[in-house]
């Protein structure tokens, strides 16, 4: 079934693999604001069960759509298409394993990964054979490399580095230092996120030069530089997340400085606001162009958010608070997920033989509104429910409990849009996802 | 840009991460979190994670966010052992009851008050610098 359609497997596991943590993540929502429901699956394993399933998610769909590029577009087929499904099935395998570790509640691990260790090893050696195939792969292409194909090969990369880095606490001279080891830790988890946003961003380029249909996009000296200060701040901007740790100061400056390098981003997405707007309008009807609109608008949105949060004065305030979740689900979702989708349906357009029929179109039309509208409102909750906590804590003093009992009106809300979103996304999602199977399936 | 410059800078960039990334891994932390975990601090670090505490506690701030922030649930005013060693036996309306033999009840307060000497948290005593950086915890 995916010997000659393995991108196309990828990304359809990762469509499931999404709706799986939307419901899961739907369940923990509403176990955070009325405990005791459905006692069967407590929180604490719905919660791992929501995180790794949309962690599944973005890897499944940015490697699918990597492995469905090379061959199809870059012209460069893949130099072993065995390693390719070996790497499909030990995923699968290592999923399963995943889940059911969870569902039985053996844990052992650290944020995002909190599966018992063992588990890494497939992961690990799976990655190393995708980053194998890449790159001998993409060294039968033409020197002067897109920046798409450069994220591509960082992300693989630094995956690997900090990967590695997440599993030091087994080693005692990090485990028994709880400062360290936590520092250490959040090093790791904010170069994962850059190093995934590598993937999703390079393939944001990608799909945007397809559309467009120019290839000089990706080979501007602009592309270039914006690639390098991602780079700079994926390696050296994570510290907002242990300000507040007893760590040495110069940690703290160094990342907060680099941080500040992000501003060059925002102005720049301001400085070409007016000309991605006229543009938008032209191509709105082509659905996955649609995908990446919203995604370059909740990169302004998220980006203004990190940067505030990212000045120790103001982190202050934040840290640890919802505010902090709005940051990494409004990143997960509003930019991640949205240039995902994007992806996927120019993929599956590309390999269906049919196009959507006008009631599908008008469903997930419909979705995209319901979808970006309920995270608006899920976003914005999130941000009230964090400043009252933060206000809560640091300024008034109170106790958790009373602070929690504040906000829990906002975190209703906040549950609530949180379903409405699930629905939205359910009608973008299934349309594509039986596109998806029955091509699979031939 | 050509070739040669951008592979350069990735390898400046790559090299430069390699050295901040020792200094990380060797940087001083206060003289409290040097002494070395208690066997027992040990094996409560290993229940904590074996039981994923963290999807709903903090350290630091940094965790779930169901359940309060633990790294000074030892030193509080209104809290301490015998507080956080009933909650860990009898669970509440929002956490479960693990049902843990007491060896495991003790080493995780082990671990809590490992954790505890630690620092300080949330941040209560700070100053704000005009360059928008922070002092914690003075």
């Known amino acids: 079934m995916i010997k000659k359609n393995l991108g196309l497997a990828f990304i359809s596991l990762g469509l499931i693999a999404l709706l799986g943590g939307l419901l899961f993540g739907s369940i923990a929502a509403l176990q955070f604001v009325f405990p005791g429901t459905l006692d069967s699956l407590p929180f604490y394993k719905n919660r791992p069960l929501h995180v790794s399933l949309v962690v599944a998610w973005v890897f499944l769909s940015s490697v699918g759509g990597i492995y469905y590029y090379l061959p199809k577009f870059i012209g460069a087929p893949l130099h072993s298409e065995r390693a390719g499904r070996i790497h499909f099935y030990i995923f699968i395998l290592t999923g399963i394993l995943v889940i059911f570790s969870y569902f039985f509640g053996k844990f052992g691990g650290r944020e995002y990964w909190e599966f018992p260790p063992i588990l890494a090893i497939p992961i690990f050696i799976s990655w190393i054979m995708f980053g194998w195939n890449y790159f001998k792969t993409v060294f039968t292409t033409a020197k002067n490399w897109p920046v798409y194909q450069w994220m591509w090969g960082t992300g693989i990369f630094f995956f690997l580095f900090t990967f590695t880095e997440s599993y030091l606490w087994v080693l005692p001279y990090f485990r028994n230092n709880v400062v360290r080891e936590i520092t250490v830790q959040w090093k790791a988890n904010g170069a994962l996120v850059g190093s995934w946003n590598m993937l999703i961003y390079g393939t944001a380029i990608f799909v945007m030069e397809k559309i467009k249909g120019d290839n000089s996009i990706s080979r501007t000296k602009i592309a270039f530089l914006t690639y390098l200060l991602g780079l700079t701040n994926l390696m050296f901007g994570w510290a907002h997340h242990i300000y507040n740790l007893p760590t040495e100061q110069w940690i703290r400056y160094f990342s907060y400085l680099i941080s500040m390098t992000e501003l060059i981003l925002l102005a720049k997405i301001i400085w070409n606001w007016k000309s991605t707007l006229s543009e938008s309008k032209k191509d709105f009807h082509i659905l996955s162009y649609r995908f990446l609109v919203a995604a370059d608008i909740w990169i302004f949105i998220n980006l203004t958010l990190a940067l505030l949060i990212s000045i120790p004065a103001i982190n202050l305030f934040t840290h640890g608070t919802h505010i902090t979740v709005a940051h990494a689900m409004g990143s997960m979702i509003g930019i991640n997920t949205m240039i995902l989708l994007a992806s996927c349906f120019f993929i599956i357009s590309d390999a269906a033989d049919k196009n959507y029929t006008p009631g599908e179109e008008k469903t997930i039309k419909r979705g995209y509104w319901i979808f970006n509208t309920s995270l608006l409102v899920f976003f914005v909750c999130l941000i009230i429910a964090g400043a009252e906590k933060g206000i809560g804590i640091v300024v008034e003093k109170l106790s958790f409990a009373e602070v929690m009992a504040k906000i829990n009106p906002i975190l209703i809300v906040f549950t609530f849009s949180g379903f409405v979103m699930f629905v939205g996304i359910l009608m973008v999602v299934i349309p594509p996802l039986k596109k998806a199977i029955s091509q699979l399936r031939k | ?138």
């Open chain 2, 1 to 138: 840009m050509p070739l040669i410059a951008k592979q350069i800078y990735f390898g400046f960039l790559f090299l430069t991460f390699c050295i901040y990334s020792f200094f990380v891994y060797t940087s001083d932390t206060p003289s409290d979190a040097k002494e070395l975990m208690t066997t027992d601090a040990q094996a409560g670090k290993l229940l904590f994670q074996q039981n994923n505490c963290f999807t709903c506690h903090q350290f630091y701030g940094l965790g779930g966010y169901m359940g309060p922030d633990l790294t000074n649930v030892i030193s509080s005013p209104g809290k301490g052992e015998i507080y956080a060693r009933a909650l860990i036996m009898s669970g509440t309306q929002k956490m479960p009851n693990y049902h843990l033999k007491e060896q495991e009840v003790n080493s995780i307060i082990a671990y809590l008050k490992y954790v505890d000497k630690t620092g300080v948290s949330p941040t209560m005593k700070y100053t704000i610098n005009s360059d928008g950086s922070v002092n914690y915890n003075e």
